[in-house]
């Protein structure tokens, strides 16, 4: 596994409101001058930027960074639905598009444009915590062609919302419904590992081993 991995977050304001996130309800408006100077301090090696989410900032942002070099992006779909996929796309490295059940938030029909033509470069998340177990059947079921990246979120990151070690049987009931959808056969040895072992957070970094976020021998996060 290449150690050439560095995510930054860049901005901390969000149109959404996902219970398990800081930057949740934060919708002040993003400060560009910050985002380009953290950018610019890590542009060497920076190879993913997040939030926040990085859609709310404005083509003068992604022109300074596309012009600098490739990079990755984490975003819930803004970055596709303004346009900004479509206009960088050359420059995109990947694309990490992630889903919530419990908004009532639809994906929308331009991200599922993009999800359906099974882009290389862009893969869709769902994340999955104790609030919202009773929904990811449903959820699945209403976007049957699109295959989600699980991942379930452990209580030293959200420690309101996130699964520990007494939450293994709701976590397994997780895997039972995940059982009714063959695309996501693959996805459940490694859940189960996780699951006993307390190993919540599975890493979505290419060809990582399920392990416990801090124990990766890759440098991933720069929080700033």
């Keep these: 596994m290449s150690n050439k991995f560095l995510m930054v977050r860049v901005l901390k304001e969000c149109n959404w409101t996902c219970p398990y996130c800081e930057y949740s309800q934060n919708n002040n408006p993003p400060d560009e001058d910050s985002a380009i100077e953290i950018f610019d301090k890590y542009k060497d090696v920076i190879t993913h930027i997040t939030g926040g989410e990085p859609g709310l900032l404005s083509t003068r942002f992604w022109d300074h960074v596309f012009n600098t070099r490739s990079v990755g992006v984490l ?3 803004l970055f596709i639905t303004k346009g900004y996929y479509d206009k ?5 490295t990947h694309l990490y598009v992630h889903a919530t059940p419990e908004l009532d938030i639809d994906i929308s029909p331009k991200v599922l444009q993009l999800l359906r033509t099974n882009d290389p470069k862009v893969e869709a998340s769902v994340v999955i915590h104790k609030r919202n177990t ?3 059947k449903n959820f699945i079921k209403k976007y049957p062609e699109i295959e989600f990246n699980i991942t379930m979120s452990g209580s030293q ?9 007494t939450d293994r049987k709701t976590a397994l009931e997780v895997i039972e419904q995940l059982k009714d959808f063959p695309q996501y056969a693959h996805f459940i040895p490694k859940l189960i590992k996780a699951i006993t072992s307390n190993d919540w957070n599975l890493c979505f970094i290419p060809n990582t081993k399920v392990v416990r976020c801090g124990e990766c021998p890759v440098k991933c ?3 700033v």
């Design 75 to 77: 975003t819930n779909g």
């Design 88 to 92: 960088y796309r050359d420059k995109v």
């Design 134 to 136: 009773h929904l990811i």
């Design 157 to 165: 990151f959200y420690p309101d919302i996130g699964f520990n070690i």
């Design 221 to 223: 996060w720069v929080d």
